[in-house]
Structures are given as C-alpha cells and as structure tokens.
C-alpha cells in the first residue's frame, strides 16, 4: 500500500520558515517527479516545486523562487519543502505527490498518480 505521509506544517509570523517533510513508504515503482502542491479555501490546488526523482532537477513556481527549497533524500524515501520569508499568501494546505511515468510537466495536478493526505500551513501578518 502506497503511502505518502507529509509533515512540519504549522503556524507562523510572517518572515518566518517551516519545513515540510513527505515520508513514501510501500511503493517500489518507478519515480519521476516529486512534487508539493498547494490549495487554499476556494482555489485550486497549485504546483509549488517540484524535484525529478534521482537527477535531482528542481522546478518552482515563480511565487515561490528564491524563498523555497525542494530536497530529497533518497535513503529515507522522503522529499523535503524548505519554506522560509513566508508571507500570508502562502497559507494553504500544502500537499505531496508523485509521477510515476514521465509526462513532461510538473505542474499539472493530474499527472501525479499518488497523494498524501496534507499538511496545513498558517502564516499571520
């Protein structure tokens, strides 16, 4: 059984940092992208980074350039978020998934094959 469990959500000041972690467990398949997403209230869920299983290419949202950082560790199975200088805007729940075939595209919610459950995300001004 596949499962994709994310942690280290919270609440926090604006200009503050958080880290997300994503555990994959029970899945031996192929991976392609790893990706984190995001969806607030009323709006679609979002891409926010995204890493390319093994080579290590990474993907970002242009909101997110140069304040988030998409890691993995390969021995532990788990893609981490690195959030830091969060603004309000970026509460949501943020949420881990991943490809299993090569699509092109890190973007798009519907090529991701597996989810994980959430982790909500609260930064006040």
């Known amino acids: 059984q596949v499962q994709l469990v994310e942690s280290g959500g919270g609440s926090v000041q604006a200009g503050g940092s958080l880290r997300l972690s994503c555990a994959l467990s029970g899945y031996t398949y192929r991976i392609t992208y790893m990706g984190w997403f995001r969806q607030a209230p009323g709006e679609e869920r979002k891409g926010v980074a995204a890493?390319?299983?093994?080579?290590?290419?990474?993907y970002y949202a242009d909101s997110v350039k140069g304040r988030f950082t998409i890691s993995q560790d390969n021995a532990k199975n788990t893609v981490y978020l690195q959030m830091n200088s969060l603004k309000p805007e970026d509460t949501a729940m943020y949420y881990c998934a991943i490809q299993d075939n090569y699509t092109g595209s890190w973007k798009l919610v519907e090529r991701y094959k597996y989810w994980g459950q959430g982790t909500q995300v609260t930064v006040s001004s």
């Open positions: 890493i390319y299983n093994g080579i290590g290419n990474t």
